[in-house]
């Protein structure tokens, strides 16, 4: 089956300006996730979505970041105002669900974001 | 918070060299432990993962990784690299009824030279 896409692959933008990137999780993932990726790091938690709720949204950032799931399944996390600290992969992750069966926990990765401010 | 560390973050290696990476984490509570690998150009996939059970666990394409609870440690293993196996490599955790949310390593860059 189809694994986890995000649209675009590669973004360049402006300083200041607003930017939307896509997450389509596997089909029946309840839960999703944001993380980033900055150059020589490891991905970092932005916020997880449990349905159409964020259940923990505490690592977004600031307020410029703000990522919706109103339908339960495809995900946009939406950055105002860009500066060029913002560039980075932003990866996008989906599981089955998230509970006691840590096996039903597992992430699956989708291929990122690459946002470039200029 | 729980925090992951991985050393010596860029790794040279000749072909049929073994291969060990160091994870350590700083949680105390019940955890599951990952390892992702990237290969140029791709994206992350799961290499192998400990939930529960035996500690020394298989993953693809001949790697394994030992859980010492009382090191909190889950190190990376391969006996005889190859070419292919150029990539980053990440250790992750999260904890077993959290938010499920991972937290990475900086990763260690390994390049094997044919």
């Known amino acids: 089956g189809a694994g986890v896409s995000q649209t675009p692959s590669n973004k360049v933008t402006e300083k200041g300006k607003y930017v939307e990137l896509r997450c389509d999780p596997i089909s029946g993932h309840t839960a999703l996730y944001w993380y980033r990726q900055s150059l020589g790091q490891g991905p970092e938690f932005l916020i997880y979505?449990?349905?159409?709720?964020?259940?923990?949204d505490s690592g977004l950032p600031n307020d410029r970041f703000f990522a919706v799931r109103p339908e339960g399944s495809v995900s946009t996390l939406k950055i105002q105002r860009t500066e060029r600290g913002d560039s980075a992969v932003y990866l996008c992750?989906?599981?089955?669900?998230?509970?006691?069966?840590?096996?039903?926990?597992?992430?699956?990765f989708g291929p990122g974001t690459r946002l470039t401010v200029l | 918070a729980q925090s992951v560390s991985q050393h010596n973050h860029h790794v040279i290696l000749s072909e049929a060299a073994s291969l060990e990476l160091g994870c350590n984490y700083s949680?105390?509570?019940?955890?599951?432990l990952f390892w992702y690998v990237q290969y140029p150009g791709q994206h992350l996939q799961l290499l192998l993962k400990y939930f529960s059970g035996d500690p020394l666990v298989k993953g693809i394409k001949g790697f394994e990784a030992e859980f010492i609870k009382s090191k909190f440690s889950f190190n990376l293993r391969k006996p005889s690299v190859q070419w292919s196996d150029t990539a980053e490599y990440f250790c992750?955790?999260?904890?077993?009824?959290?938010?499920?949310?991972?937290?990475f390593g900086k990763g260690n860059q390994v390049v094997v030279i044919p």
């Open positions: 992750a955790v999260n904890v077993l009824y959290g938010n499920n949310r991972l937290a």
């Open positions: 979505f449990q349905g159409t709720g964020a259940a923990d």
């Open positions: 949680y105390g509570g019940t955890v599951n």
């Open positions: 992750a989906s599981s089955l669900e998230v509970g006691e069966r840590a096996d039903l926990n597992e992430q699956f």
